[in-house]
């Protein structure tokens, strides 16, 4: 059973920086599965941020991240990233990593949280004004 670890996560003042990063506990031999980020503000549902293909690399964003967030990955380190830039207090939220079924043979990747099976533990971003 793989298993996701997040890390990274902290206190920043709005406008600032984070970067996040999910490493997978084992090595996963598969390229057509899709690796990405959701996250979950109190009182919120939880939404999907940002996610990638392993394979071919292509990205899916939300509306509300475009052009502050980049997601990006070491595949042979099974690990992803966030990077996350001029942070605004909205984007306060216990934040996790989550991939699709690694067999899956997915040839896009879409924020549709049905889609992916196995959750990290979350790692919680708080942006202060």
């Known amino acids: 059973q793989v298993q996701l670890v997040e890390s990274g996560g902290g206190s920043v003042e709005a406008g600032g920086s984070l970067t996040l990063s999910c490493a997978a506990s084992?090595?996963?031999?598969?390229?057509?599965?899709?690796m990405g980020w959701f996250r979950q503000a109190p009182g919120k549902q939880r939404e999907g941020v940002a996610v990638?293909?392993?394979?071919?690399?292509?990205?899916s964003y939300a509306d509300s991240v475009k052009g502050r967030f980049t997601i990006s990955q070491a595949n042979a380190k099974n690990t992803v990233y966030l990077q996350m830039n001029s942070l605004k207090p909205e984007d306060t939220a216990m934040y996790y990593c989550?991939?699709?079924?690694?067999?899956?043979?997915?040839?896009?990747?879409?924020?549709?949280?049905?889609?992916?099976?196995?959750w990290g533990q979350g790692t919680q971003v708080t942006v202060s004004s």
């Open positions: 989550a991939t699709t079924p690694p067999y899956s043979f997915r040839t896009y990747c879409d924020l549709a949280q049905s889609n992916y099976g196995t």
């Open positions: 084992t090595y996963i031999p598969s390229t057509t599965y899709c």
């Open positions: 990638i293909h392993r394979g071919g690399g292509t990205t």
